[in-house]
């Protein structure tokens, strides 16, 4: 999507849902979560569009630069 930079997806433990499609993105300060919904509804079925999506200053990185998935497993 125009305006992000990097996103990670993975899945989050939720309360009533059991598990759920959460993301975080690096981007333009404008850009909001229906927008990012609307713009994955196009390529993506509903139940593959994050439900959680927050917008964060940073990912971090591995030495080897692949994203860390350390905080999310």
Do not use: W
């Amino acid at each position: 999507m125009p305006g992000i930079k990097e996103a990670i997806v993975y899945g989050k433990t939720h309360e009533t849902y059991g598990n759920i499609i959460a993301a975080k993105f690096v981007g333009e300060s404008q850009i909001t979560e229906s927008e990012i919904k609307k713009f994955c509804g196009k390529y993506l079925a509903d139940y593959e569009i994050p439900m959680v999506i927050e917008k964060v200053d940073n990912i971090l990185h591995t030495t080897t630069g692949k994203i860390s998935r350390k905080e999310f497993s």
